[in-house]
């Protein structure tokens, strides 16, 4: 059983960044792909970006170039890190980790408890 847990969500202003964080235990993290999602009020959970077991990542169209997704596996760690932030990008964050590649969220298997982004304009 792994266990996620994201930190570093906060409140900003448009154009400022942040980075968050999701530390994983209780498993062999270099095992799995690990992804992040976001869900803002009234919509959707949606892909954001993932990071494979060798480090490929790949990202939703409306980040690409402000976001950036690495992983450190010394440290059991994934990060997002997230420039040029737009109102719109206001949702929870929550790291997920799963066998595949894939940006459906139901194919990840563990997920965190979410970590809020609010970017205020």
């Known amino acids: 059983q792994v266990q996620l847990v994201e930190s570093g969500g906060g409140l900003v202003q448009a154009g400022e960044s942040l980075r968050l964080s999701c530390a994983a235990s209780?498993?062999?993290?270099?095992?799995?792909?690990m992804g992040w999602f976001r869900q803002a009020p009234g919509k959707e959970r949606e892909f954001v970006a993932l990071?494979?077991?060798?480090?490929?990542?790949y990202y939703t169209d409306s980040v690409k170039g402000r976001f950036t997704i690495s992983r450190d596996n010394a440290k059991n760690t994934v990060y997002l890190q997230m420039n040029s932030l737009k109102p719109e990008d206001t949702a929870v964050y929550s790291c997920?980790?799963?066998?595949?590649?894939?940006?459906?969220?139901?194919?990840?298997?563990?997920w965190g408890q979410g970590t809020q982004v609010t970017v205020s304009s």
């Open positions: 990071i494979s077991r060798s480090g490929t990542t």
């Open positions: 997920a980790a799963g066998r595949f590649a894939t940006v459906g969220d139901r194919r990840y298997d563990y």
């Open positions: 209780g498993g062999t993290f270099t095992s799995y792909v």
